[in-house]
């Protein structure tokens, strides 16, 4: 099983608008809508942020929004801050019946 | 609140084997599905088990098919991952983390593994 592809790093200024992107196949992102985000910070565990897609855990800030089309993902955090400053990871669901994660991506808030 | 807390890693040569174990509490431990994902040092995460909430279904990641077994203890709200045949791509610190509408909800401080000889 592949990983999902994401870039190695993005970055913004704090208040814009950033998106992450996470490919993945017809066999994982492309057939089902089981698509999920993790922030993680240095040294810390990781925390889910969007899970189905597009759906936020209950105490995640509405600045994160995630979508999908065809094989592609995506994780978008507006009004950016500093403490968004993290790595990110995707995840999905695969037909398989395993997971498959993303290579993680550096978020930098310059 | 829910707690997960890996225990069993530590040092080990390759070809050897070790026992992980996570106890899970401030939940309904036999409701859920769980799962085991690893991270290698500086590297990203990687699934590598899960099982459903009665032991029926278990699934392995390629990596580890046929080297690790995922097990769990309803009645002491325990989950297992025994790992044999070790190999240095296994050094990792590996998560306990519960399974929530195919994503992953609640995840432990994990425990490291190292491989070396």
């Known amino acids: 099983q592949s990983a999902l592809t994401q870039p190695a790093s993005v970055s913004g200024s704090p208040g814009q608008s950033i998106t992450i992107s996470c490919t993945g196949t017809s066999s994982d992102v492309g057939f089902y809508n089981h698509v999920s985000w993790y922030q993680q910070h240095p040294g810390k565990v990781p925390k889910v942020v969007i899970y189905?897609?597009?759906k936020r855990p209950s105490g995640v800030s509405d600045r994160f929004s995630g979508s999908k089309s065809d094989n592609t993902a995506s994780l978008t955090i507006s009004g950016l801050q500093a403490e968004d400053e993290a790595d990110y990871y995707c995840s999905s669901y695969t037909t398989g019946t395993t997971w498959v994660f993303g290579g993680g991506t550096k978020l930098t808030v310059l | 609140e829910v707690q997960l807390v890996e225990s069993g890693g530590g040092s080990v040569q390759p070809g050897g084997s070790l026992r992980l174990s996570c106890a899970a509490s401030g939940f309904t431990f036999s409701a859920y599905s769980m799962n085991w994902v690893r991270q290698a040092p500086g590297k990203g995460l990687e699934w590598i088990s899960y099982i459903d909430s009665s032991s029926s279904r278990i699934y392995y990641a390629d990596s580890v098919k046929g080297r690790f077994t995922i097990s769990r203890d309803n009645a002491k709200n325990s989950l297992y991952l025994q790992m044999n045949s070790l190999r240095d791509e296994d050094m990792a610190v590996y998560y306990c983390v519960r399974d929530w509408a195919y994503a992953f909800d609640y995840w432990g401080q994990g425990t490291l593994v190292t491989v070396s000889s």
């Open positions: 189905a897609v597009s």
